[in-house]
């Protein structure tokens, strides 16, 4: 188990306080350009900071370290030329007082553990929304530690007793739920049950909470796995009730649909290969974690469509959608991000993709407008 010590969200004692009387002095290190541009924008109109360098390697960093004597790192670790566990013990003892938050797709929960043990001061996730980064970055200023909501669930388990605890929802919250699932956004929920959106969004939150989801596309999958917990006797793709149109016309064999889902992130790549399959219940719905495998995959399966990450690991999906236009009958491209900037549409569309999506804006009510398109 765990020490509690190391997710303890109560204030930590730096051996030099960070003084809030100017704007702290924030480095970025990602070896992805992208990145780097998308964490740039989001954070850019935070008053409280501004930020100092960019560097996109272990060696540029020790140099930029230095020169630039930031209070606030945010690094993610893996890095051409950083050995994440040495290196982060050597900045921790050179730089003792600077914070440093770790922004990484790695949510394995002991590789998070020993870095929270060798001083670092919050873990963010890539995939979380943009507002939870601005989040993270002023809790550690403010001398608290960071550790993402999906990832404190991981860390505060307690061995032999994984599974989810026993709970009831109210009838107002299924009915959310249930709206939800048929891909209604929050504003029609609202205006459906006579509610502010504010109101909704409350709702939501406790949901999500006790389903131990994070988006509106987990909270899908959930129900889909667990069909009973709004009543439902089996699960929506075999239902005759009105959720059961979310799904799209049978195709026979020669007519089928398939779909190529090209994420680094397992647990997202799994997620919404679900969705898409529950929406296309005949069709071939692939997954691929690199460019390799979505070359393969579309060599081999031809697909109409594909969904690739701009972030590929340490790979890009700009790079992946090049190669895939490249073969014969390519797939429509859809780019998709957790940054979404004005660079990766540019350097998109001059690749081949035909749009960039936000990964928090898509739901199943987006995907079934796009899955019909095909």
Known sequence: MINANLVNLSKIRPDMPYSSQSPARLMLADDHEVVRSGLRNALQDMTEIKIVGEVGNGLALKSQLLSSKPDCLLIDITMPDFEPISDIKQIRKMYPAMRILVVSAHDDDVYVQGL????????????????????????????????????????????????????????????????????????????????????????????????????????????????LLLGQSKSPADSDSPASTSQLPTQSAAEQQIVLVVDDNQRYRSQLRK????????????????????????????????FVDVVLGSESGIECTQALTKLQNPPRILLITAYPDQEFRRTGREAGAAALLDKKDINIEVLRQIVGDI
Request: aromatic share 4%.
């Open 275 to 306: 969705t898409i399959q529950s929406l296309l219940p005949d069709g071939k719905i692939l997954e691929a974690a690199n460019i390799s495998e979505a070359v393969t995959a579309t060599s081999t399966h031809r697909p109409q469509l594909a």
């Open 116 to 227: 929270l043990g060798i001083g670092v001061n919050g873990y963010h996730l890539k995939d979380q929304p943009l507002s939870d980064l601005r989040l993270a970055v002023q809790r550690v200023l403010s001398g608290q530690r960071w550790v993402s909501s999906r990832l404190l669930d991981k860390l505060v388990a307690v061995p032999g007793n994984q599974q989810k605890p026993a709970f009831e929802l109210t009838r107002r919250q299924k009915d959310v739920l249930g709206q939800l699932q048929q891909g209604f956004d929050n504003q029609t929920i609202a205006r459906n049950s006579g509610l502010s959106v504010k109101t909704i969004e409350n709702h939501l939150t406790r949901i999500y909470r006790q389903l131990g989801v994070q988006s509106r596309l987990e909270a899908v999958n959930f129900l889909m796995n667990n069909p």
